[in-house]
Nanobody, 115 residues
């Protein structure tokens, strides 16, 4: 099993920044990709950004040039640096790890952007 613990959410003003962190533990060898998804009230969960074990990144169009995903050297922690935040970025942000085709999820951290 893989355990994921997110941190770094909170309340921020329009135009502000936040950095989310997600620490992975347990069976973390052979992780193929790590990422962030979000779910706003009344909406489906959507991809925000992913990073593969090889370092390739993918971003939702809505966050390109504002958000940056990265990992630490041990590749057991994934970060999401969020700049120029907008009210529409308000959501619960979930950490995701894909390993052997199985997705593991954190419990989520709430990000609220005030206008």
């Amino acid at each position: 099993q893989v355990q994921l613990v997110e941190s770094g959410g909170g309340l921020v003003q329009h135009g502000g920044s936040l950095r989310l962190s997600c620490a992975a533990s347990g069976r973390i060898f052979s992780i193929n990709a790590m990422g962030w998804y979000r779910q706003a009230p009344g909406k489906q969960r959507e991809l925000v950004a992913t990073i593969t074990s090889g370092g390739s990144t993918n971003y939702a169009d809505s966050v390109k040039d504002r958000f940056t995903i990265s990992t630490n050297n041990a590749k057991d922690t994934v970060y999401l640096q969020m700049n120029s935040l907008k009210p529409e970025d308000t959501a619960v942000y979930y950490c995701n790890v894909e390993r052997y085709g199985i997705n593991h999820w954190g419990k989520g951290t709430l990000v609220t952007v005030s206008s």
